[in-house]
């Protein structure tokens, strides 16, 4: 059992693990370090560099492993998504998103490992939407809670509850998100449009966000199910390497 403590980042989410090796977690470590995760939303475990096989380990203590749908995997590793630099106009992640919401069953957790960093820039940025959630208006609150929404992208659509219930916790968050709702349903996209673009604006707030400076060998996982992300890409043609072990999750409901 390692004795390893969790530091709050921000006023609503995040934590840094200080004292816990990832390659020698045992069973108590990972309870604790599951019960840190469902409170602070996103943990980030600094000098860590995991090899890929205990990468994959760890995912899979969370659970099944998810496989994207479109990207390709690290050589031999089809289920680690590989995140390379591909120049700006190619960045698909510099949007607020929920990761693949446009499954049927989205993946519940996340857990990116740094590679190689760029001499400056690539953070990336996180918002709670258990905040996004509970600073509503009760007004608002209440217009949204019946409220489904399209979500489509890499040729795929499911249809989301705008306001999703954490299986863990049972708090509910907000589950709209810039890069892959598309409208209400019952509603045109037309329609759809002020209302989404509020969610996102409100659930991705300064207030409501941390954000991560990475340095190679830092993981940081997050869970889709109550947190958006934004992958900052002010760093050019610079090189930037990512591997994402990703866990399948449940219909959101
Ligand atoms: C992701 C993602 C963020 C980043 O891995 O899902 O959005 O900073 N990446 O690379
Ligand atoms: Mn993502």
Redesign the pocket.
């Known amino acids: 059992m390692q004795k390893f403590t969790v530091e709050k980042l921000s006023g609503a989410i995040g934590g840094v693990v200080h004292d816990l090796d990832l390659a020698l977690l045992d069973d108590d470590d990972f309870n604790r370090l599951c019960d840190a995760f469902w409170q602070y939303q996103v943990l980030v475990f600094k000098r860590q560099a995991l090899p890929i096989d205990q990468h994959i380990e760890f995912g899979k203590r969370f659970g099944r492993l998810h496989t994207h749908p479109s990207s390709a995997g690290v050589d031999g590793h089809p289920e680690v ?1 590989l ?1 390379r630099n591909r120049g700006k106009s190619k960045t698909i ?1 510099e949007v607020w ?1 929920s ?1 693949v919401s446009c499954e049927e069953q989205p993946p519940s957790i ?1 857990i ?1 490992q740094c590679i190689e960093s760029p001499p400056y820039g ?1 953070d ?1 940025l996180f918002a709670s939407q258990y905040g996004a959630f509970g600073e509503l208006s009760d007004g608002l609150k209440a217009m949204i809670e019946p409220l489904r929404a399209v979500h489509a992208n890499f040729g795929m659509e499911a249809t989301h509850p705008v306001l999703r219930t954490h299986p863990e916790t049972g708090r509910k968050a907000l589950y709209v998100n810039k890069g892959f709702t598309k409208y209400f349903e019952g509603m045109s996209v037309e329609e759809s449009r002020p209302l989404l673009n509020y969610l996102v604006e409100q659930g991705s707030k300064p207030d409501l966000t941390m954000r991560h400076s990475w340095e190679a060998g830092d993981i940081v996982m997050w869970d889709n199910r109550c947190v958006m ?1 934004y ?1 900052v890409h002010d760093y050019g043609d610079m090189p930037r390497e ?1 591997h ?1 072990v990703t866990i399948a999750g449940e219909r959101p409901i």
């Open positions: 998504l995140l992640t998103h990761d996340s990116l690539g990336t992300h992958a990512m994402r």
